[in-house]
């Protein structure tokens, strides 16, 4: 199976633009989360999607939106850009939808599978 | 806030040395992984451990957690060059509205000098 692709890989901005990346899950994973990744606040939680809803939010503004289509596909935007946005936006893909943490609602493990990612940066 | 917060930050060591890095959380747990991250891509999961296990194996890996103390080690034996990556502990965290999120830690950074 391919795994999770995220597109574009590299991505140049300007303060006040909006930007839209984009992660393919693996082929049958219907969760999507996005994670940011910056060297002062590590990896973070973004938001999870499944089926088209998201279901998880983490501690973000509102300028950090995404969407999944009915293919699983997803997107996130990020609306009027400042340089701490700067960072690795990471996509994961999961077989099922997260409850707790990496807990699935059935209660087993949701193993997530991460992209290469998308490195933003904001000038 | 993080949850997981590995210690140390950084570790250098001589190929065919043993590297061991410590993750400490907050929260009750299911359970707990390991990540790699090779420089700037994304992660790959390394070994997860359930909070009713105390230690496990996987390959050169050791992982043991102690819910007690709320911490968990990651030894890697016999190390390899390929090894120079930064090591992240993952679990579950509380997000603002309630809810408990993937939250992971800020990471040890691990070179392997051949």
């Known amino acids: 199976k391919a795994g999770v692709t995220q597109t574009p890989r590299y991505l140049i901005k300007t303060r006040g633009q909006q930007v839209t990346l984009s992660c393919s899950p693996i082929s049958g994973h219907r969760s999507v989360s996005w994670y940011q990744q910056t060297p002062g606040q590590g990896l973070q939680f973004l938001f999870e999607y499944f089926s088209e809803t998201q279901r998880n939010k983490g501690n973000f503004p509102g300028r950090f939106s995404g969407r999944q289509f009915s293919n699983s596909r997803s997107e996130m935007n990020v609306s009027t850009l400042e340089l701490g946005d700067s960072a690795l936006y990471l996509c994961?893909?999961?077989?099922?939808?997260?409850?707790?943490?990496?807990?699935?609602?059935?209660?087993?493990?949701?193993?997530?599978?991460f992209g290469p990612g998308t490195r933003l940066t904001v000038l | 806030s993080q949850q997981g917060e590995e210690d140390p930050q950084a570790l250098s060591i001589q190929e065919g040395e043993n590297a061991t890095m410590n993750c400490s959380y907050k929260?009750?747990?299911?359970?707990l992984q390991w990540y790699r991250q090779n420089s700037g891509r994304g992660l790959v999961h390394l070994i997860l451990i359930r909070s009713n296990e105390r230690e496990k194996h996987s390959g050169r890996l050791r992982v043991t957690l102690d819910t007690s103390k709320k911490s968990s080690s990651l030894l890697i034996t016999a190390s390899r060059a390929a090894d120079t990556a930064s090591y992240f502990c993952?679990?579950?965290?509380?997000?603002?509205?309630?809810?408990?999120?993937?939250?992971f830690g800020r990471g040890t950074s691990l070179i392997v000098h051949p």
């Open positions: 994961a893909s999961s077989l099922e939808r997260g409850a707790r943490g990496f807990t699935s609602v059935k209660g087993s493990y949701n193993e997530q599978f």
């Open positions: 929260t009750s747990i299911n359970n």
């Open positions: 993952a679990t579950l965290g509380a997000a603002s509205g309630g809810s408990y999120i993937p939250t």
